[in-house]
């Protein structure tokens, strides 16, 4: 009967004047891998805590796998898996003794759930008898998955998984991630970093505790109705600020070695280049792009 | 159910093996402490530096002189003729107390069955000042008496004082007791609310509530090897004050164990609870170094006697636990007091451990956050 995985209606969250979310309504499919993506402090953390039944909302109620946060957080707890944001293992422990604590709490033994962590775990074993302070960032993410992962939740619940992790840990940790979305759980997976939006099958924009936008990365993206340029030039920093002058560009930012530059929809590439020529840049290159879900990201802001 | 208490508990045990301060804390900070109590801080004093002015320099007033010096408290360091060179041997910090004797002490002794020593001490340091004041009059009295040629002497009062369960006034007698007091609360409170705390900061207590183990569990898990350790040092205590310093434990050694655990248990609400309200590592200790241990090691009867405290801090000291404990232990101890004597005490620190239990169950937000 229950199709979705996690229902969110009308949550509203803050903490004395400070509002964390605001009337959020979310549905997130059973086995989807969904990404909630936006800055920090906007509200992605104390979603996750209410969701997990650390928080409970001021107004609204949030159903996973249909049980309430609130009412049935007892049943609740033993189906999720949560890895927060920061760092949140024990230090001092090894890397194994971290996970058998994990596995003991939650009534379960990591022989009996091994299948389920192997993949990621075979990278950790030479290092198991190692403090968990002594690993390295992506190492550390992994162990985390793991210890969120031993008890086999229906629900995993990971708050930005990949900050403050290099850039091949963060590409083998959404190989990861699909790999447990094949096995049937469904993911909420929360990150600050805009391109791996795509790595994520429906993507919700949060920003000042509202949604934003909900739709498939690629969705997102398409439904960009407007004319947008990547700019390049000898002198990047003169190239932003000339190109904030233009009355004609609407929004300009940096992008990489590039500026993305939001236009009236009759501007051509051509005339751009001709004013930045005339005032006295070199080696330009001005190029129609297809919008980015930073792009549209920074548009709906 | 008692996996996961287990398996808490042992890893609480690793944090406290593996943390280098935590083992300092727990371990060296008893033994720490009753040393320097024991050896530092106390009111007994041995050779204390004197002068003695004799005017008379007869056979009598040499052998008042031996009488003074062969007590052990008292060391000769200078004699002098005239009482300037007394002022002159407090100026430069030689001396803490002079004795005058007074010309024809001898000839004045024996006729007029009294005669006037003059006892002077230096009481930049009052306390001190007043004990060796006691001190030079007990042990010049007990001349007196040392003479047979006056025992028969008609008009006399004599005092008889007697200091009962401490008749040396020794003071571990006091201390004892006092840094068992200090370290139980120490190690119960504050170790407790810090690790607590600790968890908090860190964010593994959202690990912990997200996953089946009931609070309660999470907590006595945390808690169990906490009172483990610190019975140890309450052993730690006893023993070192037993074998090093003699405070002897007259009553009954169980009884007195017993005990320990009880204000254990209070000091570990009192660390509970004040991990509820103390998000941070820091918090806790702030909290636990001024709402406990400075009480209790100031208005508990430890340091300053709770009789000669304005009403107010009276009133205060019966409402911290060590009170309570330090006497218990005085009882038991000292005087050999059994469960008669001390089921008063015992069942105030019973009501707190309850009440205190009751409020952190009330203010506790570990279902949530």
Same mark, same amino acid.
């Given at each position: 009967m229950v199709n979705n995985a996690i229902e969110i209606n009308n949550i509203s969250k803050s903490y004395g004047d400070v509002t964390a979310v605001t009337g959020v309504n979310l549905n997130i499919a059973k086995g989807e891998l969904f990404g909630l993506i936006g800055p920090d402090g906007g509200g992605k953390t104390t979603l996750f805590q209410i969701l997990t039944s650390l928080l409970i909302p001021d107004t609204g109620h949030a159903i996973v796998e249909g049980l309430d946060t609130v009412k049935d957080f007892r049943k609740l707890r033993k189906i999720i898996g949560y890895m927060p944001g920061r760092f949140s293992l024990y230090p001092d422990l090894s890397v194994h003794e971290n996970l058998e604590f994990f596995a003991t709490i939650f009534n379960t033994t990591i022989e009996k759930n091994y299948h389920l962590i192997e993949?990621?775990?075979?990278?950790?074993?030479?290092?198991?008898?190692?403090r968990a302070d002594k690993l390295s960032g992506g190492m550390k993410q992994k162990l985390a998955l793991c210890c969120a992962l031993i008890h086999q939740p229906v629900v995993l619940f990971l708050d930005e998984p990949t900050t403050g992790v290099d850039a091949v840990s963060r590409e083998e940790f959404w190989v990861m991630l699909k790999r447990l979305k094949q096995k049937g759980i469904t993911i909420l997976v929360s990150t600050p970093y805009m391109d791996e939006a795509s790595q994520c099958e429906r993507i919700a924009l949060i920003q000042d505790g509202r949604i934003l936008q909900v739709n498939t990365p690629t969705a997102v993206t398409s439904g960009f109705d407007k004319t947008l340029f990547a700019v390049r030039s000898d002198d990047s920093y003169k190239l932003l600020l000339d190109l904030r002058t233009l009355p004609f560009a609407k929004r300009t930012e940096p992008f990489g070695e590039y500026m993305h530059v939001t236009t009236e929809p009759d501007v051509t590439a051509e005339y751009i280049a001709q004013i930045l020529n005339s005032r006295g840049h070199k080696s330009i290159e001005v190029k129609p792009t297809s919008a980015t879900v930073e792009d549209v990201f920074l548009d709906l802001m | 159910m008692h996996r996961t208490f287990w398996a808490i508990a042992k890893k609480e045990m690793y944090h406290i093996l593996r943390d280098t301060?935590?083992?300092?804390?727990?371990?060296?900070?008893?033994?720490?402490?009753? &040393?320097?109590?024991?050896?530092?801080? !106390?009111?007994?004093?041995?050779?204390? !530096?004197?002068?003695?002015?004799?005017? +008379?320099?007869?056979?009598?007033?040499? /052998?008042?002189?031996?009488?003074?010096? /062969?007590?052990?408290?008292?060391?000769? @360091?200078?004699?002098?003729?005239?009482?300037?060179?007394?002022?002159?041997?407090?100026?430069?910090?030689?001396?803490?107390?002079?004795?005058?004797?007074?010309?024809?002490?001898?000839?004045?002794?024996?006729?007029?069955?009294?005669?006037?020593?003059?006892? &002077?001490?230096?009481?930049?340091?009052?306390?001190?000042?007043?004990?060796?004041?006691?001190y030079a009059i007990n042990i010049i009295s007990s001349f007196n008496k040392g003479d047979p040629a006056l025992s028969s002497a008609p008009y006399r009062?004599? &005092?008889?004082?007697?200091?009962?369960?401490?008749?040396?006034?020794v003071g571990a007698y006091n201390f004892i007791p006092g840094v068992a007091a200090l370290i139980l609360m120490l190690v119960s409170a504050m170790m407790t609310s810090l690790t607590i705390a600790k968890e908090k900061e860190t964010g593994t207590m959202d690990l912990l509530l997200v996953s089946p183990v009931p609070p309660l569990i999470i907590i006595l898990g945390k808690v169990a090897p906490?009172?483990?350790? !610190?019975?140890?040092?309450?052993? &730690?205590?006893?023993?070192?004050?037993?074998?090093?310093?003699?405070?002897?434990?007259?009553? /009954?050694?169980?009884?007195?164990?017993?005990? +320990?655990?009880?204000?254990?248990?209070?000091?570990? +609400?009192?660390?509970?609870?004040?991990?509820? @309200?103390?998000?941070?590592?820091?918090?806790?200790?702030?909290?636990?170094?001024?709402?406990?241990?400075?009480?209790?090691?100031?208005?508990?009867?430890?340091?300053?006697?709770?009789? /000669?405290?304005?009403?107010?801090?009276?009133?205060? !000291?019966?409402?911290?636990?060590?009170?309570?404990f330090i006497d218990i232990e005085k009882a038991i101890m000292l005087k050999g007091a059994g469960w008669e004597v001390i089921q008063q005490s015992a069942i105030v620190m019973v009501v707190m451990v309850i009440v205190l239990l009751l409020i952190t169950w009330k203010n506790f937000k570990i279902i949530h956050k």
């Open positions: 993949d990621i775990y075979v990278q950790l074993e030479p290092f198991k008898s190692r | 301060r935590t083992l300092i804390i727990l371990f060296g900070m008893p033994i720490a402490l009753v &040393i320097i109590f024991g050896y530092t801080i !106390s009111n007994e004093f041995k050779n204390a !530096s004197i002068s003695v002015i004799d005017q +008379s320099r007869d056979d009598l007033s040499k /052998s008042f002189i031996e009488h003074l010096t /062969s007590s052990g408290h008292f060391r000769l @360091v200078t004699t002098g003729k005239k009482v300037e060179d007394l002022e002159h041997a407090f100026k430069a910090g030689q001396i803490k107390m002079g004795v005058i004797i007074p010309p024809k002490f001898e000839t004045q002794y024996y006729r007029n069955n009294t005669v006037t020593v003059q006892i &002077i001490t230096d009481a930049t340091e009052p306390n001190y000042a007043a004990t060796l004041n006691n009062i004599d &005092i008889k004082t007697r200091m009962f369960y401490n008749p040396e006034l906490y009172i483990i350790l !610190s019975f140890i040092d309450a052993l &730690i205590v006893f023993a070192m004050g037993y074998y090093i310093f003699e405070v002897p434990i007259l009553g /009954s050694l169980p009884l007195l164990l017993l005990m +320990s655990l009880i204000y254990l248990m209070v000091a570990l +609400s009192l660390g509970v609870l004040i991990s509820t @309200v103390a998000d941070t590592q820091q918090t806790a200790m702030m909290a636990s170094m001024f709402a406990l241990l400075l009480p209790t090691m100031l208005l508990s009867g430890f340091i300053f006697p709770i009789a /000669s405290m304005p009403t107010l801090l009276q009133v205060i !000291s019966r409402i911290i636990p060590a009170t309570y």
